[in-house]
Every structure is written in structure tokens, then in C-alpha cells.
């Protein structure tokens, strides 16, 4: 048992780091660019590791009590969904005006139409009738 211990845990270990090589931004990783620590963790078995994790990447504590997750959900640069978007959420907002605006020069123009299409009816049987012989 103690033997597949030592090697299930820098196994877990080389796998840990070598995923938080991976998943760190290139700006972060210090010393090295980031190739170089992959390479550095997957052929130095246990040392590998080791030292990616104590001084590969910038490590900075959450400020104000915050963790780094709700640091990065509050900070986003770019939107998660449309609806999250405030310049998108104008745009549909003007968008519905400009149609409502249409809509209205549309029922306006449909209201003249029939107003005088009732005045062409009501003129025509006011007015005289052609006598069909004449």
C-alpha cells in the first residue's frame, strides 16, 4: 500500500501543476515562458512540479477578502451573454423605438387612406347618378 502511494502522489502531484501550467495565462508564469515550465514539470517527474508550483507563477492572495473567482466574475472584460450587455441591451431598445415609430406613420397613413376612401364613397352616392340611357 505504502508503495503505490509514493507513486500516486507526485503522479497526482505532476498532473496538478502540469493542469495549472496549462491553465495560467502566459503574463503569469515568471522566470520562463510557459513552454518551457510545461517541459520542466512532465520530465522532472517530483522536482518539476515542486518548483512550478513555488515560484513558476505569480501568486498573489485575494485582495479585500475576496476569492479569485468572485474577482474574476466581477471584473469581466468581455460579456458572458447578450443580455449581459448594456450596449447591447440599448441597442434593442432603440431598435423597438425606431419600430414603433414605424408602426405609428403606418397606422397614420392607414387612418388617411381610409378616411378618404370613405369620403370618395360617400361623395360618389351623394353626388348625381349617370342615367343609363343618356
Known amino acids: 500500500m505504502l508503495?503505490?502511494?509514493?507513486?500516486?502522489?507526485?503522479?497526482?502531484?505532476?498532473?496538478?501543476?502540469?493542469?495549472d501550467c496549462l491553465n495560467t495565462p502566459e503574463d503569469e508564469a515568471k522566470h520562463l515562458p510557459k513552454i518551457a515550465w510545461v517541459f520542466i514539470i512532465l520530465l522532472f517527474w517530483i522536482v518539476g512540479p515542486i518548483v512550478w508550483l513555488a515560484?513558476?507563477?505569480?501568486?498573489?492572495?485575494?485582495?479585500?477578502?475576496?476569492?479569485?473567482?468572485?474577482?474574476?466574475?466581477?471584473?469581466?472584460?468581455?460579456w458572458v451573454a447578450p443580455d449581459d450587455n448594456p450596449e447591447f441591451l440599448k441597442s434593442i431598445k432603440d431598435e423597438n423605438d425606431k419600430d414603433e415609430a414605424v408602426l405609428?406613420?403606418?397606422?397614420?397613413?392607414?387612418?388617411?387612406?381610409?378616411?378618404?376612401?370613405?369620403?370618395?364613397?360617400?361623395?360618389?352616392?351623394d353626388g348625381p347618378k349617370d342615367e343609363p340611357g343618356k
Do not use: C, Y
Open 55 to 78: 515560484a513558476g507563477k505569480v501568486r498573489t492572495p485575494p485582495q479585500g477578502g475576496r476569492t479569485p473567482s468572485e474577482w474574476h466574475r466581477n471584473h469581466r472584460t468581455t
Open 104 to 125: 405609428k406613420d403606418w397606422e397614420a397613413d392607414l387612418r388617411r387612406r381610409e378616411e378618404e376612401l370613405k369620403k370618395r364613397e360617400a361623395g360618389g352616392e
Open 3 to 19: 508503495r503505490v502511494l509514493m507513486f500516486l502522489i507526485p503522479l497526482a502531484l505532476t498532473i496538478f501543476a502540469f493542469i
